[in-house]
């Protein structure tokens, strides 16, 4: 093995060694902030993706997904330290986004459909739920009306993954505003059912013309 190919692993080793303080350093920090916010819920969806556009947008020869599934990864783990038993409800169809998103940090409760995942929500047996992601599934929209103080406040991945089908996050709150972000509504139709309304914006006060009078907010997430 030439001196050249030593001097280069070594360097390589320097810089693992680096990052891994400095993502300890970074859990650390996150801990203060909890700490300073008296326990408000650690998972913000919005600001993580305004950080991961941030970065994805800065000089880089890292592709935005693999850049985002590094991040991600680090922000789960962030989430399970901070609360050491959060759960997810997971849609069957979900399973793999769940898996993408929380990585060897989920823990999962098995659901067959949309209502076992509101279900364990509503009863706070589960932190969060995870569904497919879709914007034309009346059972999506009626679960979740049925279930007023449940809403989705996250889709992903935040960029696309060929091998993962996306998914809503769900939880008892909204994200914060991300700067770039989409409002669900759901909008009665002329045969009683519902439709998945998407509108451009962070709607959390008011309901955009668009909608109509008799539409309910679903949620918001971070695009």
Not at 40 to 50: I, K, N, Q, S
Not at 55 to 60: E, I, K, P, Q, R
Not at 103 to 116: E, K, V, Y
Not at 151 to 156: C, P
């Amino acid at each position: 093995m030439s001196d050249k190919l030593h001097e280069l692993r070594d360097a390589i080793d320097q810089i693992d060694a680096e990052i891994l303080q400095l993502i300890a350093h970074r859990m650390t920090l996150s801990d203060e902030v909890i700490a300073a916010k008296n326990g408000e819920a650690a998972f913000r969806p919005g600001r993580e993706a305004a950080l991961v556009r941030r970065l994805a947008a800065m000089d880089s020869d890292m592709a935005p997904a693999v850049l985002l599934g590094i991040w991600r990864q680090i922000m789960a783990a962030s989430l399970t330290r901070q609360n050491k038993d959060v759960t997810f409800a997971v849609h069957q169809a979900a399973l793999p986004a769940a898996i993408w998103h929380m990585g060897s940090a989920l823990t999962a409760r098995h659901c067959d459909d949309f209502d076992a995942v509101l279900a364990l929500l509503d009863t706070a047996r589960c932190r969060y739920g995870l569904v497919p992601a879709t914007t034309d599934d009346t059972a999506l929209a009626q679960a979740i009306c049925a279930t007023p103080k449940i809403y989705i406040m996250a889709r992903t991945p935040l960029f696309p993954i060929p091998t993962v089908t996306p998914a809503y996050i769900l939880a008892d709150y909204l994200p914060d505003e991300s700067g770039d972000d989409i409002s669900l509504f759901a909008v009665p139709r002329a045969d009683d059912g519902l439709q998945i309304v998407a509108v451009d914006g962070y709607f959390d006060d008011h309901l955009p013309e668009a909608c109509g009078p008799a539409a309910r907010l679903l949620g918001i997430y971070a695009r």
